[in-house]
């Protein structure tokens, strides 16, 4: 069963950086498509950012382009999301989330889930 031991997340004023990481257990790490996705209050959950090591792929939301990197340290089974430049739109609950091999965008089409952190970013 996956499961994502998550750390970073905060309160930064605006043009600030965060790091938020998943150290994730439960599936061979180098299997996993590994991801964020953040849902601000009255808006839908909606991709951020993912990766997968195995197809070679990463995956960036139009609006986090050229802010945000993510990576993965496969001894580590972690994997990592540099916030740079943060905007107060990108204020929201972030959460992990993984499937086998493949990313994808839609939240239904990544099976597990870590708890949610919270970012907020002043103005």
């Known amino acids: 069963r996956f499961s994502c031991r ?3 997340g905060g309160l930064v004023q605006a043009g600030g950086s965060l790091r ?3 150290a994730a257990s439960g599936f061979t790490f180098d299997d996993l498509a590994i991801g964020w ?7 839908e959950r909606e991709a951020v950012s993912c990766i997968s090591s195995s197809e070679g792929s990463i995956y960036y939301a139009d609006s986090v382009k050229g802010r945000f990197t993510i990576s993965s340290d496969s001894a580590k089974n972690t ?3 540099q916030m740079n430049s943060l905007k107060p739109d990108d204020s929201a609950a ?6 086998l091999r ?3 965008s ?11 952190t919270q970012v907020t970013v002043s103005s």
């Open 79 to 81: 994997v990592y999301l």
């Open 106 to 116: 839609d939240a239904y089409g990544m099976p597990y889930w870590g708890k949610g």
């Open 37 to 43: 996705f953040r849902q601000a209050p009255r808006k």
């Open 94 to 99: 972030y959460f992990c989330a993984a499937a």
């Open 102 to 104: 493949t990313c994808d």
């Open 20 to 22: 938020l990481s998943c």
């Open 6 to 8: 998550r750390s970073g």
